[in-house]
């Protein structure tokens, strides 16, 4: 086996610069919520915690076209008519901090990703992360194509709200790396009214992706690139992504252009901007539970 990812790997860098390969992706995508975490510290019936998944099914499953070429890739959510709106403050708050167009260029190691964040656009302007690939031995069929297993460990920054999760109930996510090491849930007024309280931020995930050396090209969904082929599925903490479906080398290839809108800013500048938020949320529902404290917007 281990030859043989080194036979594809050899003819993957060949084929590569010889040939100009341009396509789309379609990535289905699926994040689950422990509904009995949800429902710790509060009075939920089983049909209420069926009505609430129901409501944030929206917002958990998704789909993606990850438009490429042997240079750039362009990563977007898939334009759908939402079938109604949920006021729940969990689900609002977590749309807030939901990725735009994702942009990647391999050639400048460049990630581009638009976002918008409580009504104001930002350009974040960052490098694209290096993780440390395993190359598995295992391999499984995905569709047409043959797919390798790889795994690696991404840091997660305490600001990367796409990464959390409601606190309590079991002990933890299995695609955590220190699952056993849970914060206790705090039961006082203030924790029970605040949403960001309730949630927690792994420091660490455990990263599973399927590459096909099939398409020797090495983008992947969202901002994950790097392995020696196209990545068509991953597991991240609670969300899996499928690629269901592939088009080829179009007759009229989508143009990629990186995203424009918004104010830009560096990875470490729009998560200072994300911490001065969320502290200014945290302090106006404290304020609101308490009664008599007022704060500016």
């Given at each position: 086996?281990k030859i043989l990812i080194s036979i594809s790997l050899l003819l993957i860098t060949f084929n590569s610069s010889a040939q100009?390969?341009?396509?789309?992706?379609?990535?289905?995508?699926?994040?689950?919520?422990?509904?009995?975490?949800?429902?710790?510290?509060?009075?939920?019936?089983?049909?209420?915690?069926?009505?609430?998944?129901?409501?944030?099914?929206?917002?958990?499953?998704?789909?993606?076209?990850?438009?490429?070429?042997?240079?750039?890739?362009?990563?977007?959510?898939?334009?759908?008519?939402?079938?109604?709106?949920?006021?729940?403050?969990?689900?609002?708050?977590?749309?807030?901090?939901?990725?735009?167009?994702?942009?990647?260029?391999?050639?400048?190691?460049?990630?581009?990703?638009?976002?918008?964040?409580?009504?104001?656009?930002?350009?974040?302007?960052?490098?694209?992360?290096?993780?440390?690939?395993?190359?598995?031995?295992?391999?499984?069929?995905?569709?047409?194509?043959?797919?390798?297993?790889?795994?690696?460990?991404?840091?997660?920054?305490?600001?990367?709200?796409?990464?959390?999760?409601?606190?309590?109930?079991?002990?933890?996510?299995?695609?955590?790396?220190?699952?056993?090491?849970?914060?206790?849930?705090?039961?006082?007024?203030?924790?029970?009214?605040?949403?960001?309280?309730?949630?927690?931020?792994?420091?660490?995930?455990?990263?599973?992706?399927?590459?096909?050396?099939?398409?020797?090209?090495?983008?992947?969904?969202?901002?994950?690139?790097?392995?020696?082929?196209?990545?068509?599925?991953?597991?991240?903490?609670?969300?899996?992504?499928?690629?269901?479906?592939?088009?080829?080398?179009?007759?009229?290839?989508?143009?990629?252009?990186?995203?424009?809108?918004?104010?830009?800013?560096?990875?470490?500048?729009?998560?200072?901007?994300?911490?001065?938020?969320?502290?200014?949320?945290?302090?106006?529902?404290?304020?609101?539970?308490?009664?008599?404290?007022?704060?500016?917007?």
């Amino acid at each position: 086996m281990k030859i043989l990812i080194s036979i594809s790997l050899l003819l993957i860098t060949f084929n590569s610069s010889a040939q100009i390969i341009s396509g789309q992706a379609f990535y289905e995508s699926k994040t689950t919520v422990d509904m009995d975490a949800f429902a710790t510290g509060r009075e939920m019936s089983e049909d209420m915690k069926k009505m609430i998944a129901e409501r944030m099914k929206s917002s958990l499953e998704k789909t993606y076209i990850l438009t490429f070429n042997n240079k750039e890739s362009i990563y977007k959510e898939e334009e759908k008519l939402e079938a109604g709106s949920d006021n729940g403050g969990f689900r609002m708050m977590m749309s807030s901090y939901s990725p735009g167009p994702q942009y990647k260029n391999l050639e400048t190691n460049q990630l581009i990703v638009e976002n918008e964040f409580f009504g104001k656009q930002f350009l974040v302007n960052d490098t694209l992360q290096n993780l440390d690939w395993k190359l598995e031995k295992e391999s499984k069929q995905i569709g047409q194509y043959i797919a390798f297993k790889a795994t690696a460990i991404k840091k997660v920054s305490a600001n990367d709200f796409t990464m959390a999760r409601p606190r309590g109930g079991r002990n933890g996510d299995r695609n955590t790396v220190n699952e056993k090491k849970q914060t206790e849930v705090k039961t006082d007024s203030a924790q029970k009214e605040d949403p960001i309280d309730q949630i927690e931020i792994p420091k660490e995930v455990i990263v599973t992706a399927w590459y096909t050396p099939q398409i020797p090209l090495g983008h992947g969904p969202g901002e994950y690139a790097g392995l020696p082929g196209l990545i068509l599925e991953m597991n991240v903490y609670r969300t899996t992504i499928l690629c269901s479906k592939i088009i080829m080398n179009p007759k009229e290839s989508e143009k990629i252009e990186a995203p424009t809108k918004g104010k830009e800013v560096s990875r470490e500048e729009y998560e200072k901007i994300v911490k001065e938020k969320t502290d200014e949320m945290r302090e106006n529902f404290r304020g609101r539970q308490g009664g008599d404290r007022h704060f500016g917007g």
